[in-house]
């Protein structure tokens, strides 16, 4: 029965995806006749778009079919659904155009039309996906206190088992974040979009770039077998994860008792008592101007971020967007993305230091803040804020729970009374006493003084405020936060 329900739910949900592409289909070809001669354009065509648009769509269901545009929504953004989506697109508008020119010759279409409408269905595809996937990842969103990272190991049967189980839960605090297989055909490939990334002899690498983007593992969840597997191989993996500090769990175990998250099995936290945070009544102007002025930076910084990205590519390759999980408002963890500026390295199973990775390119985006424009969309998913603390990672944070509390009671920021007082020539004490005396004085005027001070910043660099410093520091818990030398 449950399978039934199962498999009805799956075909459910491809038949309304697929109504969707063909809406956005539809959509497509009128949009791009405005974009590419403006509504008296459209007007002039519309006879035409009679049997056009019906024609299109017929095209369409078939090219989009045969591809595979139309499987399923993303549950996480893949390189190959893209490419999918840009093969439909590419297959769909040429046979579409051979198909109208035997109808009516082409008349009346202009030459840069198809690529215009070429451009139009890929965004049109593509990006109601990427929001669905980010909208999944806000509202899925787990305290952070009760969150844990894995690695499987082993991309067969059992793997999809344990995935599945874990997404049909309300809110698992465990997450699969890579596989590790040993057999050479499977690097590069995914199990229900989560990917295999290296054979069991790249354990010490793979942690070490997880642990880059705030994923660190906890854990190896063994979904396979030594016989599957040389032995030698699997030794070697379970004395390099003991040497990293990595547990080793059952995967079969663990899905015959998916009341797992309780704090009797010692595993795992109890995710009913995770870091509460007394949330602060922040008005509704905050947020306003952030998506206001999110929104219009993007449009300001666009061609500059552009640059960016190209130079980063050519400094460091591919990817050119660096992105870390971050606690942010009430622990709910994040994708922080930030421009890249270091290269990658690691040692024992750990990134190393800074230092050593730099580039004269990414220390002058770093000097800057140019390296975090990307954290404008950030803001614009509700994310962060314009104005607030930094997001730490998990280990920077205080170690006392009240403290984190204040310190997680607002939306992290891009910039912040920290960054505007001193920044880089601030101790991490005194910036956190500096971060939590603007919770504790908040107002939408010093925000926006704080915005103003931001660019005075970027054009002339740090610069200690002793008065500003001196107040926040007597105002702060001196057993916890000692003023610098």
């Not at 909208?135 to 990272?149: F, I, L």
């Not at 190991?153 to 890579?178: D, K, M, Y």
């Amino acid at each position: 029965m449950i399978r039934l329900m199962r498999e009805h739910s799956k075909a459910t949900r491809y038949n309304l995806v697929r109504l969707f592409d063909l809406a956005m289909a539809a959509i497509s070809l009128p949009l791009s006749v405005v974009l590419r001669s403006g509504v008296d354009g459209l007007l002039a065509s519309s006879p035409s778009l009679f049997y056009a648009l019906p024609l299109f769509v017929a095209v369409c269901a078939g090219v989009f079919t045969s591809v595979g545009v139309s499987r399923a929504l993303w549950r996480l953004t893949a390189a190959s659904d893209v490419v999918r989506i840009i093969k439909g697109a590419s297959l769909a508008i040429p046979l579409f155009l051979a198909l109208l020119f035997l109808v009516d010759r082409l008349n009346g279409v202009a030459r840069l039309a198809p690529l215009i409408q070429w451009l139009v269905l890929i965004v049109l595809l593509v990006g109601p996906r990427v929001l669905w996937v980010h909208w999944r990842n806000v509202k899925a969103s787990v305290p952070e206190a009760a969150w844990q990272p894995v690695l499987l190991v082993g991309a067969g049967r059992p793997a999809s088992l344990f995935i599945e189980t874990l997404r049909w839960q309300r809110r698992p605090t465990v997450e699969v974040v890579g596989i590790l297989d040993n057999r050479p055909t499977f690097k590069g490939r995914a199990v229900h979009h989560v990917p295999v990334l290296g054979h069991f002899r790249n354990l010490e690498e793979v942690v070490a770039r997880l642990t880059i983007r705030g994923l660190r593992p906890s854990a190896l969840v063994l979904a396979t077998s030594c016989s599957k597997h040389d032995v030698d191989a699997f030794e070697e993996l379970r004395y390099t994860a003991t040497h990293l500090g990595l547990s080793m769990w059952d995967a079969d175990e663990l899905t015959r008792r998916f009341n797992l998250m309780t704090a009797e099995t010692g595993k795992y936290p109890d995710p009913s008592t995770p870091i509460t945070v007394c949330q602060s009544d922040l008005p509704v102007a905050k947020r306003v101007v952030d998506i206001i002025g999110a929104a219009l930076l993007i449009l300001l910084f666009l061609p500059l971020a552009g640059l960016i990205a190209a130079l980063v590519w050519l400094d460091l390759g591919f990817p050119v967007i660096f992105r870390q999980i971050r606690p942010g408002r009430d622990s709910r963890r994040f994708a922080l993305y930030k421009f890249r500026t270091l290269r990658e390295g690691y040692h024992n199973g750990f990134p190393e230091s800074d230092q050593e990775r730099q580039t004269q390119f990414g220390n002058f985006l770093r000097r800057t803040r140019l390296d975090e424009l990307p954290q404008l969309f950030n803001v614009l998913r509700g994310d962060m804020s314009l104005v607030g603390p930094r997001p730490l990672m998990p280990g920077d944070l205080p170690k006392r729970d009240e403290l984190v509390r204040k310190r997680l009671a607002a939306p992290p920021g891009i910039t912040g009374w920290a960054q505007v007082s001193g920044g880089n020539l601030l101790s991490p004490e005194e910036k956190a006493a500096l971060d939590l005396w603007y919770i504790e004085n908040y107002s939408l005027r010093r925000d926006l003084t704080i915005m103003a001070l931001t660019l005075q910043v970027v054009l002339f660099g740090d610069k200690i405020n002793h008065a500003v410093l001196g107040q926040a520091l007597r105002r702060a818990d001196l057993s916890v936060y000692q003023p610098a030398v």
